[in-house]
């Protein structure tokens, strides 16, 4: 069960867009749409996987004073991989992240992961914590990405919600991002303080 916790805490207590803060650029800049949302969110699990479980394989053989180069090195190579396989099968989606997709290589989130945890530990814990952080990254992607594209396109995934709704435009612009992303940052840490103060009181 404990190392099942490893899994759950990006999801919830761990969370790195609501909870630890990391790669928010790319939040802010691709959660226009929940399509890009996904995309991006997709990628950066990918490369999060791959890029643990093979720091998590060869940690004990990189020297201390080479390893962050060594772990960009391998980052890179799987965003290098994810990148391809994007302009091959998604084209559209490819031009819509654009220069986001390469940028995964200096994501907060995945080289944070790499030092802290994938660097230190055997590797299928390291698969479940790249698991949990790479779907919570993304699902704080895509809910982002819904509040925004509802609002301020008053569509979702490309359907019209309502003919009768005019949205408000800002929202689809850098001031309806940090909106958006700072009220569900209060949003998420209030019920995490609930929670916490209930198991106190329990």
Request: glycine letters at 8%; hydrophobic letters at 55%; a positive charge.
């Amino acid at each position: 069960m404990k190392v099942f916790g490893e899994f759950i805490k990006g999801l919830w207590r761990e969370n790195p867009t609501f909870r630890i803060m990391l790669g928010l650029c790319p939040t802010l800049a691709v959660s226009t749409s929940v399509e890009n949302a996904i995309g991006m969110g997709s990628a950066a699990a990918f490369v999060l996987v791959g890029s643990n479980i093979f720091i998590s394989l060869v940690r004990k053989i990189i020297p201390d004073k080479v390893r962050i180069p060594c772990f960009i090195v391998i980052i890179a190579t799987f965003v290098t991989i994810v990148e391809l396989m994007m302009k091959a099968y998604a084209p559209l989606l490819s031009r819509s992240l654009g220069i986001y997709v390469p940028l995964i290589v200096v994501n907060c989130i995945v080289l944070g992961r790499a030092e802290a945890f994938s660097s230190k530990e055997p590797v299928f814990k390291s698969i479940l914590d790249a698991l949990g952080m790479g779907l919570g990254f993304t699902w704080a992607l895509v809910m982002i990405a819904s509040i925004r594209e509802l609002l301020g396109s008053g569509s979702l995934l490309g359907f019209t919600i309502s003919k009768h709704f005019e949205p408000p435009l800002f929202m689809i612009l850098a001031p309806g991002a940090l909106l958006t992303i700072g009220l569900l940052i209060g949003m998420f840490n209030h019920f995490i303080a609930r929670s916490r103060s209930r198991k106190t009181d329990g």
